[in-house]
């Protein structure tokens, strides 16, 4: 499955990171971006295909969203894939139509009755699925063209009973094979990454290079009307474009899905469509039950965290607490203890410093909200 024309390539980011982890002194990068700004799209549609069908690498791809409960099986599975004597167009496409359902882990317990194939090998397996892990990674691993091991959403892997031990397993078969086998760690949650990668007792403590995944800019938007006046006969006005590309915080998904609703329906204007798309993007991501779920003062900290005030815990942040609210502003602690219980539901993050909203399309809409709905 080559990349589609509607794919946008980032070829200099692409070719800087494909050489680093075959040549740099690291054996893995962790590489962050907020959600649904195209890090899956980038691991296999570019890194991915870059390095197996220009280059002739082995490359595993394993998202841990894909089954959350049995991160060990996920990894199996994908060793199996990579193994397999099939091209990566090919494994990319099996990816994405039959993911794996059927899983059987003999060592964790809760995982009984589910199964997974692992291919012909006549060997007797080991009895502890992860030296079986440690085996199929021998088989991977090349010092001469590393195989390279994409693990998207690893930061799910903190909140599974067996995280810490399937990590510390992955640790050491990778830190065995650093010239054989290179790896990119990918997250969409600054913080969820550093209890993976920066806390002390983790086993995966300063093991990956951090990466931040650039923003697509103008050249995306380009990209996307040149191929949409090919598909639909139809020009768009780029400024109009650029503004709601930039109204959601260059995301590419959103945009694409503007652009749906564009060609969908012919006679809808940009402006029409743009309000349509994020009518449409807040019901299909439930923006109201998670904005009803807050307190006022939450849905308060998360307009002041919207706004990228720059001392939201200092006088600048208690003054907007109060022209939102009506009542003066508790003391930092206090919106302190807002700000972690946005963070504890996934809400904000904090991104090189700075505190966020993680999802962009609520950040839009958050900012969009009227003065009653705090």
């Known amino acids: 499955m080559a990349p589609s024309d509607w794919h946008f390539p980032r070829r200099e980011f692409t070719h800087s990171v494909f050489v680093t982890l075959t040549q740099g002194p690291s054996p893995a990068l962790r590489l962050f971006g907020p959600r649904r700004t195209g890090k899956t799209e980038f691991l296999q549609r570019d ?10 690498h082995r490359v595993l791809y394993a998202s841990f969203w894909q089954i959350s409960t049995a991160p060990l099986a996920l990894l199996l599975h994908a060793c199996d894939m990579a193994l397999r004597p099939q091209s990566y167009s090919e494994r990319l496409l099996k990816w994405a139509q039959t993911p794996p359902v059927r899983i059987r882990l003999g060592a964790l317990s809760d995982l009984a009755g589910l199964e997974i194939e692992l291919g012909r090998n006549n060997d007797t397996p080991p009895a502890d699925e992860l030296l079986l892990l440690d085996r199929h990674l021998d088989r991977l691993a090349d010092s001469r ?8 959403e690893v930061q799910e892997l903190a909140h599974h009973p067996q995280g810490t031990e399937i990590m510390a397993g992955l640790r050491t078969s990778l830190d065995r094979r650093r010239e054989g086998l290179r790896t990119v760690f990918t997250g969409s949650s600054q913080i969820g990454l550093n209890k993976v990668f920066s806390a002390r007792n983790a086993p995966l403590y300063r093991f990956a290079a951090p990466l931040h995944l650039p923003p697509m800019g103008p050249e995306f938007v380009d990209h996307q009307l040149k191929v949409f006046h090919r598909v639909y006969r139809r020009k768009l006005d780029r400024d109009t474009a650029l503004d709601f590309f930039r109204h959601f915080q260059g995301n590419p998904m959103f945009f694409q899905r503007w652009l749906t609703a564009l060609g969908l329906s012919p006679d809808i204007s940009e402006a029409d469509a743009a309000r349509q798309t994020a009518q449409d993007l807040a019901a299909d991501l439930e923006l109201d039950r998670q904005w009803l779920a807050l307190q ?8 002041i965290i919207a706004e990228r005030l720059p001392d939201p815990f200092g006088a600048g942040g208690a003054a907007r607490y109060a022209a939102l609210t009506g009542v003066d502003a508790p003391i930092p602690q206090t919106r302190q203890s807002y700000l972690r219980t946005l963070v504890r539901r996934g809400i904000a993050d904090q991104w090189e410093g700075e505190w966020r909203i993680a999802d962009p399309v609520f950040e839009a809409w958050i900012l969009d909200r ?3 709905d705090f």
């Open 296 to 303: 006022t003062p939450h849905r308060a900290m998360a307009r």
């Open 370 to 372: 009227g003065a009653d």
């Open 145 to 152: 063209r590393p195989a390279l091991l994409l693990l998207d």
């Open 47 to 56: 890194l991915g295909f870059m390095a197996a069908e220009t280059y002739g």
